[in-house]
């Protein structure tokens, strides 16, 4: 009889805390699911963007849906993972995508000073891939070092700046 | 009455189902086929048997590797293509960053850093690195560890670069 009891008891018990685990499962999966399917939030910093973005740190919402539908385009600012770490990501807008023509100054702070010659370049950015640069060209280590980029790089699109508060606001195409 | 109530728990269960498969196949483990005879003594040994019908090997892909990106040479992986990606190529990691190349045509190629260079086990038919070049890891999705279909294939994977004549490595001194 008091095994019985015992063993009802300890039935409850464990349904409780399937129960319980499930709710947890289903709600950290939720939340993977969002964070890389549909919209997450990051915090960026650092000179390469620096007209559009500020030097010590925004929190950008980032989209992600847009790169995995393909519909990324030029201008767009996007998240993307470096090619040089793989752990690190970069925050830069595509000036072009595959099949375009892109020209650019290779290396803008020194030949605009001490040489009077302008080092301009041309490429045509290859399949798949994508051409991206930092708004300030001058501290900014981008296409212009690294070559194109995969597409299957890119993370996100960005497109709503949280913080500071005095830029909240959405983040357009070209400011 | 019971119906509409009936159909939304069945949704609600489905959904739930789905949201932590998702999730199970995005962050630990998730399986795959592998098409084509690129990786072809290790997955797909023949691509096509006495009745003619193509039959596929399944794969278990370790998708932990990624929190680190971590990898060592001899390791089969994922990862997308770098000119398309929508698709997703399979093959094995034979030089890390810092690691020196040997190519017949070429010199040699230093691997930079953050890429790998990869090759398909069957040289003759595979496109790998020796055209597209060095791989960011970045664009790796996953490690295979095991064979999981057909049934007399069921065992784990080797990690061992096979011999290949065309590429010769010479490893990093650290």
Redesign the interface.
Known sequence: MKVLQYVRQWKSAAKEVVGHS?LL??F???L??TD?YIFSSTLVYGPSMLPTLNFTGDVLLVEKLSPFL?KVGPGDVVLV???????KTITKRIMGVEGDTVTFLVDPGHSDRSHSLVVRMWMMV????VWIQGDNIYASRDSRHLGPI?????LGKVFFRVWPPQDFGPLGQWD | MTTPNFLWSLAKKYF?AG??G??IS??YASFMAVRGSSMSPTLNPDSKNSTGFVFDDYVLVEKLCLE??KFSRGDIVVF??????KEKNVKRIVALPGDRIGLPSVDTVRV????CWVVGDNAACSMDSRSLGPI?????CGRITHVVWPPQRIGKVDSKISMLPCVHVSEEQT
């Open positions: 499930i499962a289903q950290l999966s939720l993977h699911v890389t393909g993972r470096s090619p040089e770490n793989p752990r290859p399949k798949g891939h995969p597409y299957g790089l890119i | 739930t949201l932590i998702l999730t995005d962050r680190k990106y997308r293509s770098p000119s398309n990606y930079p850093e953050g890429h960011p890891l970045g664009l790796i």
